[in-house]
């Protein structure tokens, strides 16, 4: 496989589960992201990892906990979630977190509805 | 604040031209992106403008007015497949992304 894998595609839960969502890249970049997308909305950046560690946490609630085992793979633990919380999960990355032209290759995303 | 405005939506007929504008202001600037993206898909990289001017690339043009916090997308020869959302977004001087809501392009026959 190339480029960047997220699974699951769809996904729904309640407000009472934990479900994790996955994200993998082939692209031997250092830097990974999570982006939330809402309809009709910019994209939100949630969190950012360079070379696994993380670097950026915008105000994200605590019922969203990400992970990094490796430059490679990162993940997003949601438990607890609100409906408000639905929406398409972006996972991202790049050769390096910051600087120049940092062109962003994408995951086609996971679809998140919470019930 | 930090805003980028483009469009929500406009429509073009198939093998026309089409221009999608992008207004920026942000904390310094660096650059400034468009991405495409297909319903259900990922986005996908266009082009990235850091100096003033206009950057071809085949039927896809994108310009940049640093003075003017401007820039846009040119579209040539539409064609079905380029219906699309597509996002501008700027890159601030701690070089930040910071994204518009994108404009979705709708492609008439």
């Known amino acids: 496989e190339t480029g960047v894998t997220q699974t699951p595609r769809h996904l729904v839960m309640g407000m009472t589960n934990k479900k994790s969502l996955k994200c993998e890249q082939h692209l031997g970049h250092n830097a990974m992201y999570w982006y939330k997308q809402s309809a009709k909305k910019p994209l939100e950046l949630m969190f950012v990892?360079?070379?696994?560690?993380?670097?950026e946490n915008n105000s994200v609630p605590s019922r969203f906990s990400p992970e990094c085992p490796n430059s490679s793979h990162l993940f997003l633990h949601l438990h607890t979630l609100q409906p408000e919380d639905s929406a398409l999960y972006l996972c991202?990355?790049?050769?390096?977190?910051?600087?120049?032209?940092?062109?962003?290759?994408f995951g086609a995303g996971s679809r998140l509805t919470v019930l | 604040g930090q805003n980028i405005d483009q469009p929500t939506e406009m429509t073009a007929t198939e093998g026309a031209i089409v221009q999608i504008n992008c207004t920026y202001q942000t904390s310094g600037f660096n650059g400034l992106f468009w991405y495409q993206q297909h319903a259900g898909e990922a986005p996908t990289f266009l082009s990235y403008n850091v100096l003033d001017g206009l950057e071809e690339k085949g039927r896809f043009s994108s310009f940049l007015s640093r003075s003017k916090g401007y820039s846009y997308l040119l579209l040539k020869e539409l064609q079905m497949k380029d219906s699309a959302s597509y996002l501008c977004?700027?890159?601030?001087?701690?070089?930040?992304?910071?994204w518009g809501a994108g404009t979705k392009l709708i492609i008439k026959p």
């Open positions: 977004a700027a890159t601030d001087s701690n070089y930040q992304l910071i």
């Open positions: 991202a990355s790049s050769q390096d977190a910051y600087g120049g032209a940092n062109v962003l290759t």
């Open positions: 990892y360079s070379l696994e560690e993380r670097v």
